[in-house]
């Protein structure tokens, strides 16, 4: 009996798992969508291209929409076999809470490895081909559009304004066009009175004038004159490349290096190869102080100076502030200007080790997070699950009403919480295993005193027991008991 009774749980958190799952991963990329629309339309992007651009970045949106869908099927499940009543006849036939969430909790922990998996081995290569392809996308030009009365610069080197476009979208009148592709200033213009645009695929257009000039200015350095030619055409065909426009794909190697494109192995590799690099610091950071500093070296000749130091004939007095008392005055400004020019270069050199040292800790920074975040998604479905479960035999209702509002209200919990870690650690203020664990940190006791109060059958969502203490609060009101006597 108790062998059916799991396979009765498990096949009733199976069905809203998959659809909850689903329908986070939707909403999640329809997020991702409203928020890069603007640079994607009008750009000239295949269909093929926006669907491999779907694909690619639901996958990384995997990480947030898994534990979601943990949690808001894990309240509706028990939230359902609450109102039924089932978990009553479960308690009541001996099995404990804790015994029917077993079967559960043994899915979920097979589903936490497989996510650990899937963030290990597809998640870095989703990464790569996403983030290439979205880096495209935005740098891509937007498709040529030329209107009436305004200037379009999109074809560099070319200002293009037409006066007015007939109907039938080719025919433009009051042509004026600056050619900047010298790069010297308005010096070259075209003007016609009318034409036509044609376009040869993709990669020229052609603007086919009638009736105008072409004015043209020059400087003979020879001559030290300024020349100005303008010769009229009846007809004349100019033509345009296109080829910027063309959508290109940059070569994914150039991305390879990023800590999102690499699994634990290959971090853990970066991590060490990092933490080697920053203990040569110091030793480059030495080296870059030593000749600032000559008699802390301990040569012969500092020890020479020394001597001449302490024997010289002219007394030290305690007014005396300085070692530039001690230089001759004929000396003593090329002496000054001399060591304040080696400070410079000290400070410099300071500033450059301080500025390497400040991007390698935050290259480290980012390694180490990204390593611990592999491990954190898996724990994050346990833990989501365990607070689920729970909550859902609490409240003992089912469907999409009070479980969805819970599960958002934890799932932005956590959501912050992990965020809010992650920006510490990256800030240095925390260290990396406590910035990424400290959401589980904090939700994990959470987690102990629900199941520890649904195991008790507490009434903490029933609103009957909100009222009753109201009411007893109101009764023993001191302003009541005033009014009443």
Request: net charge positive; proline share 3%.
């Given at each position: 009996?108790?062998?059916k009774?799991?396979?009765l749980?498990?096949?009733s958190?199976?069905?809203?798992?998959v659809?909850?799952?689903?329908?986070?991963?939707?909403v999640?990329?329809?997020?991702?969508?409203?928020?890069?629309?603007?640079?994607?339309?009008?750009?000239g992007?295949?269909?093929?291209s926006?669907?491999q651009?779907?694909?690619?970045?639901?996958?990384?949106?995997?990480?947030?929409?898994?534990p979601l869908?943990?949690?808001?099927s894990?309240?509706?499940t028990?939230?359902?076999m609450g109102?039924?009543?089932?978990?009553v006849?479960?308690?009541?036939s001996?099995?404990s809470?804790?015994?029917f969430?077993?079967?559960?909790?043994?899915?979920?922990?097979?589903?936490?490895?497989?996510?650990?998996?899937?963030?290990?081995?597809?998640?870095p290569?989703?990464?790569?081909?996403?983030l290439s392809?979205?880096?495209?996308?935005?740098?891509?030009k937007?498709?040529?559009n030329i209107?009436p009365?305004q200037?379009?610069?999109?074809i560099?080197g070319?200002?293009i304004?037409?006066?007015?476009?007939d109907?039938?979208?080719?025919?433009i009148?009051?042509?004026?066009i600056y050619?900047h592709?010298?790069?010297?200033?308005?010096?070259k213009?075209i003007?016609?009175?009318?034409g036509?645009?044609?376009?040869e695929?993709?990669t020229?257009?052609?603007?086919?004038l009638?009736?105008?000039?072409?004015?043209?200015e020059?400087?003979?350095?020879?001559a030290?004159?300024y020349?100005q030619?303008?010769v009229?055409?009846?007809k004349w065909d100019?033509?345009?490349?296109?080829?910027?426009?063309k959508f290109?794909?940059?070569?994914?190697?150039?991305?390879k290096?990023?800590?999102q494109m690499?699994?634990?192995s290959q971090l853990?590799?970066?991590?060490?190869?990092?933490?080697?690099?920053?203990g040569?610091?110091?030793?480059?950071?030495t080296?870059?102080?030593?000749?600032?500093?000559s008699?802390?070296k301990?040569?012969?000749?500092?020890n020479?100076l020394?001597?001449?130091?302490?024997?010289?004939?002219?007394?030290?007095?305690?007014y005396?502030?300085?070692?530039?008392?001690?230089?001759?005055?004929?000396i003593?400004?090329s002496?000054?200007?001399?060591?304040l020019?080696?400070?410079?270069?000290f400070k410099?050199s300071?500033?450059?080790a301080?500025?390497?040292?400040?991007?390698q800790?935050e290259n480290?920074?980012?390694?180490d997070v990204?390593?611990?975040?592999?491990f954190?998604?898996?724990?994050?479905?346990?833990?989501?699950?365990?607070?689920?479960?729970?909550?859902?035999a609490i409240?003992?209702?089912g469907?999409?009403?009070m479980?969805?509002v819970?599960?958002?209200?934890?799932?932005?919990l956590?959501?912050?919480?992990?965020i809010?870690?992650?920006?510490?650690?990256?800030?240095t203020?925390v260290?990396?295993?406590?910035?990424?664990?400290?959401?589980?940190?904090?939700l994990?006791?959470?987690?102990?005193w629900?199941?520890?109060?649904?195991?008790?059958?507490?009434?903490?969502?029933?609103k009957?027991?909100?009222?009753r203490?109201w009411?007893?609060?109101k009764?023993?009101?001191?302003?009541?008991n005033?009014?009443?006597?």
């Amino acid at each position: 009996m108790i062998k059916k009774l799991d396979i009765l749980i498990i096949r009733s958190f199976v069905g809203p798992f998959v659809v909850t799952f689903f329908v986070s991963l939707f909403v999640l990329i329809m997020q991702f969508f409203w928020l890069y629309m603007d640079e994607m339309i009008g750009k000239g992007i295949s269909i093929w291209s926006l669907l491999q651009l779907l694909v690619y970045m639901s996958t990384t949106l995997v990480p947030l929409a898994l534990p979601l869908s943990i949690l808001l099927s894990s309240i509706m499940t028990f939230g359902n076999m609450g109102e039924n009543f089932e978990l009553v006849a479960i308690k009541s036939s001996g099995i404990s809470l804790l015994r029917f969430l077993r079967p559960l909790f043994i899915f979920i922990v097979f589903i936490s490895g497989l996510a650990f998996l899937f963030s290990n081995n597809v998640i870095p290569i989703a990464n790569l081909k996403a983030l290439s392809l979205l880096y495209d996308v935005r740098n891509a030009k937007p498709t040529l559009n030329i209107r009436p009365d305004q200037f379009n610069v999109d074809i560099p080197g070319y200002a293009i304004r037409v006066g007015s476009k007939d109907k039938d979208g080719k025919t433009i009148r009051d042509v004026i066009i600056y050619d900047h592709t010298d790069l010297a200033g308005n010096n070259k213009v075209i003007t016609a009175k009318e034409g036509q645009i044609l376009s040869e695929g993709k990669t020229a257009l052609i603007f086919k004038l009638k009736d105008g000039w072409r004015y043209e200015e020059g400087y003979e350095h020879g001559a030290h004159t300024y020349t100005q030619t303008r010769v009229h055409f009846a007809k004349w065909d100019k033509i345009f490349d296109l080829s910027t426009f063309k959508f290109t794909r940059t070569n994914e190697d150039q991305f390879k290096n990023a800590y999102q494109m690499m699994n634990v192995s290959q971090l853990s590799e970066n991590i060490d190869s990092l933490k080697r690099t920053k203990g040569k610091l110091f030793n480059s950071v030495t080296s870059y102080m030593t000749p600032f500093f000559s008699i802390a070296k301990n040569g012969k000749q500092d020890n020479e100076l020394a001597k001449k130091m302490n024997s010289s004939s002219r007394p030290v007095r305690k007014y005396d502030s300085s070692f530039v008392q001690f230089i001759p005055d004929s000396i003593r400004a090329s002496a000054i200007n001399l060591v304040l020019n080696n400070i410079r270069s000290f400070k410099s050199s300071l500033d450059i080790a301080a500025l390497d040292k400040k991007l390698q800790i935050e290259n480290y920074l980012k390694f180490d997070v990204e390593w611990h975040r592999k491990f954190t998604l898996s724990f994050a479905c346990i833990l989501l699950f365990l607070i689920g479960a729970p909550l859902g035999a609490i409240i003992r209702k089912g469907g999409l009403g009070m479980p969805l509002v819970i599960a958002v209200v934890f799932f932005m919990l956590f959501h912050i919480l992990n965020i809010t870690g992650e920006k510490l650690a990256k800030s240095t203020s925390v260290d990396p295993w406590i910035g990424m664990w400290m959401s589980t940190a904090m939700l994990l006791p959470i987690a102990a005193w629900l199941i520890n109060a649904a195991r008790n059958d507490s009434q903490i969502f029933n609103k009957e027991l909100y009222l009753r203490i109201w009411r007893f609060i109101k009764d023993r009101s001191p302003i009541k008991n005033k009014a009443v006597a």
